[in-house]
């Protein structure tokens, strides 16, 4: 019996955080990449589950600030379709952060990419995105928004992506976005889609997600996912 308060108080214990620290910033839920560079010391957790028709996967990245202005990161997708469990893409990844948004100019962060395709003879693909932020500012309805967009290339260069989107806060720790992403080939149709989302913070370094989207065509699949992000600070 004497556990149980040990237990509770590890429980609340992140969201007793400090009141002035500056609150989680994910890449996830959305298909954007943000400017937001995991500052030096700092590691943090990202997982979550996209639902598919007849595909259920596990989405995690896992990423540490390695300096001021550079982080780096793991990620990869575990899928579960009728065919069996399948480990899509293996990626390793760096971000870079060039330019602090200054009035008309915005933000900008490099992302590198060495993905390896373990469905395709484990395949080494580098790949290359830049990622761009446009403060809106402040109104009496909104405050705090952003535009962001996304210019890169995967899949060994051929296939170019692009994105566009607007996130900001609603009321308390509720935030939103609204997204349109792309992908386009020259072997196949480009791919348009869109997709919505909430992200709600319930501590500095705790946060929860829920989103979905399709693609534009007709006849294009749903999609549905909700995961979570976690911070945690190391001591240098």
């Not at 108080?9 to 910033?25: R, V």
């Not at 309805?141 to 890169?152: I, K, L």
Request: with cysteine.
């Amino acid at each position: 019996m004497k556990s149980y308060p040990f237990l509770l108080l590890l429980f609340i214990c992140p969201f007793l955080y400090g009141q002035e620290e500056e609150a989680i910033n994910p890449d996830r839920p959305d298909q954007s990449e943000g400017v937001y560079v995991l500052p030096r010391g700092q590691f943090q957790i990202e997982d979550g589950f996209t639902f598919q028709p007849g595909v259920l996967a596990q989405n995690l990245m896992l990423r540490c600030g390695l300096f001021s202005s550079t982080e780096i990161r793991l990620s990869s997708d575990i899928e579960k379709t009728a065919q069996g469990i399948l480990v899509d893409n293996i990626v390793l990844s760096a971000k870079q952060r060039l330019i602090e948004a200054q009035g008309w100019i915005p933000a900008l962060t490099l992302v590198g990419y060495l993905a390896c395709d373990l469905q395709a003879g484990a395949e080494l693909s580098p790949d290359l995105l830049a990622s761009f932020e446009y403060e809106i500012g402040r109104s009496d309805w909104a405050f705090d928004w952003a535009f962001d967009w996304n210019m890169g290339v995967n899949n060994r260069f051929r296939n170019g992506i692009l994105t566009a989107q607007l996130n900001g806060p609603v009321v308390g720790g509720l935030s939103a976005f609204a997204e349109y992403y792309a992908i386009l080939s020259k072997d196949e149709a480009p791919s348009h889609n869109v997709d919505i989302g909430l992200m709600y913070t319930l501590s500095p370094n705790f946060q929860i997600d829920l989103a979905a989207g399709r693609g534009l065509k007709t006849d294009a699949d749903y999609f549905l996912t909700f995961g979570f992000a976690y911070r945690i600070h190391f001591r240098d």
